[in-house]
């Protein structure tokens, strides 16, 4: 696989992510440690993916829609159907209740058709075709589709910005399309990732399905050093993992302290060593319930 600035090629729906940019590689780097931090959910994901994907391809097909927003449901609610979220979002897409509608779903009355795949799915495909009709642009629908089309379109009229990598918006809308493609990446191309994310996550990225062959040898295990853009080793890939490490030649610019002391239940410990960024995983000691969220005490690998 081609390699910029450091990691593999990546594109979304035929648009080149431009991974040569240091911010971009930054965020798609910290959306593949986050959705690595899930570790033993990924199996799961996968599982449900194998069922998921075949029954969602011939419906994104039938209204031109290229396939890789099937990965945008797993940023959504993990392909779970009953997922429904604080502010009532629901099923596998989760639509709210007057987008629903908007869309044509039933909701209420007893019924609640987000929960159905084939309609959910089809009324979705409608909304991204919209939504291409006035973009132009799949990142740009994958944005809209997260923050809105009067967001996504206003942002672009106030900085004359026409790219998605180079605007400005919501902190969620504007993660939200590297969340996908980390699971694009993660479920398609996980061994070249094995500088970056930990080898118990990629153990339940290459464990074999039920039905499916022997897994993949894993590579070696340790701490991982990870570049984020410019002058990165262009070795990427498990066959530049011949040691443990990964050594960077990029020192890290942005100031790391608003982080310190914030980092989320499952999110590897980030910290700048000798110029490099340094990932260690973490394991709990134990958990407790704080206000119905899960915290964790953390010892290290």
């Not at 959306?31 to 690595?36: F, I, L, T």
């Not at 959910?41 to 011939?58: K, M, Q, S, T």
């Not at 987000?114 to 991204?128: D, I």
Request: glycine fraction near 10%; charged fraction near 25%; aromatic fraction near 12%.
């Amino acid at each position: 696989m081609a390699t910029v600035g450091g990691l593999p090629t990546i594109d979304f729906c035929g648009e080149k992510v431009p991974t040569h940019k240091e911010a971009v590689a930054e965020r798609m780097v910290s959306a593949m440690v986050r959705g690595a931090a899930l570790k033993s959910n990924l199996y799961g994901i996968r599982e449900r993916a194998a069922d998921f994907f075949p029954a969602v391809e011939p419906v994104l097909k039938k209204y031109d829609i290229p396939a890789d927003f099937k990965y945008l449901p797993i940023a959504e609610s993990d392909l779970i159907s009953h997922a429904k979220s604080r502010v009532g979002a629901a099923g596998y897409w989760q639509l709210m209740p007057g987008t629903a509608r908007d869309l044509g779903l039933k909701v209420g009355n007893g019924s609640d058709e987000r929960y159905n795949l084939e309609k959910a799915t089809e009324a979705v495909c409608r909304h991204l075709r919209y939504l291409y009709k006035e973009l132009g642009n799949w990142t740009l629908v994958a944005a809209a589709y997260n923050g809105g089309l009067g967001h996504v379109r206003s942002r672009m009229r106030q900085q004359g910005e026409q790219d998605f990598y180079d605007l400005k918006l919501f902190s969620e809308t504007g993660f939200y399309i590297f969340r996908i493609l980390a699971y694009k990446e993660m479920l398609t191309n996980p061994l070249q990732y094995s500088p970056i994310i930990s080898n118990t996550a990629l153990t339940y990225l290459i464990q074999p399905l039920p039905g499916q062959g022997n897994s993949v040898e894993m590579p070696g295990s340790g701490y991982k050093y990870v570049s984020f853009g410019f002058n990165a080793d262009s070795s990427w890939g498990p066959q530049s993992m011949r040691s443990p490490l990964a050594i960077t030649r990029v020192i890290r610019k942005k100031s790391r302290k608003e982080e310190e002391g914030q980092e989320q239940d499952g999110i590897p410990y980030k910290a700048v060593m000798g110029g490099a960024l340094v990932l260690r995983d973490r394991l709990p000691r134990f958990r407790k319930w704080v206000r119905g969220i899960t915290r964790h005490w953390w010892e290290w690998l």
